[in-house]
């Protein structure tokens, strides 16, 4: 990525929100706020020698009126690949970091636009959707359609994944999604897309329990429309009380045929086509404010992963 097309790409989004914010009335003033995510981790896979990794999320965010209506938003991270942003300690070549996102964004009653290079859409890696570190260059349009249903609509190009290119400007719309989410109640929820990226037509649909105990059952199922392709999930999330220590737990299986392509690739970094499962479990460290510990298990075929480490979340107003 050379610094011109970092450049445009930032004036691309910057201007018109810049344009508004003089317009204005005078008593709005700008602010601005950032996230910093950091984690520390163990990584030890069955098919080659251990590792040590770290990761740095960085999410600044420029707002330009006092409701916050208009913003611009960025996301600076480490890792050298779609679905991964972890560098390994020690080697020399994997030391990367890179702005993969930069975007106008404007909220309202009735939803949300972004204009730009995009996030991709919401989904717990592992689970559902692309990975949250990947980036669409594009336009997403969010319409509340009741209190407990939303429309999501993006359009955009998903072309090259090297994190290096992520702010080069789309050249054609190779990426389509039109999702619709909704609440049923308290319990039940589901979600139904149709996405067109990578080159293949998807049909996607999640469906959500909820119980009484804030424990989260959920399946999943897509299926590759010009190919006899599929992937099925199944898992569960929540949170329990061991002595009176809280955790937080996730666990899946999952089962993606060859044929699905990249759209399995692009979850993350570990897990890909055939038989997998995962598990996570999670507590937070009393001596630190929002740091916390984890430790997670994957497979997949005769693979397996064990990852443990330390995560530490700072919010800055």
Known sequence: MTMNRFLTAMLL???PVVALAQNSDDDTAA?????????ARFDDRSDRDHRNQYRIRYYPQWTFDDAGAWSVNSFVVTGDDFGSSHNTIGDGSSQKIYVRRAYVRHTSS???TEVGIVPTYKGRVSSSGLSKDGWIAG???????????????????????????ALELPEEANYIELEYTTKINDFHSYELSLERMTGGNFLRGEYRYKTESDHTVFFELIRRLDEPDSKTVTGLTGDIVIGDTPLS???HYSYVSEGIG?????TEDFLGTGHGFSAEISGS????????????FDVVDSTTRLLSGIALSLDKN
């Open 13 to 15: 989004c910057i201007n």
């Open 285 to 296: 460290i009393n001596a630190v404010d929002d740091m916390e510990w984890f430790v997670r």
């Open 110 to 112: 009735w939803g949300k």
């Open 139 to 165: 336009i997403r349009q969010v319409v509340k359609l009741d209190s407990d249903s939303l429309l999501d609509i993006v359009v955009g190009e998903l072309d090259d994944t090297d994190p290096a290119n």
């Open 249 to 251: 737990y996730f666990a």
């Open 262 to 266: 990249p759209r399995a690739e692009l």
């Open 31 to 39: 602010g601005y706020s950032h996230r910093l995510d950091l984690q």
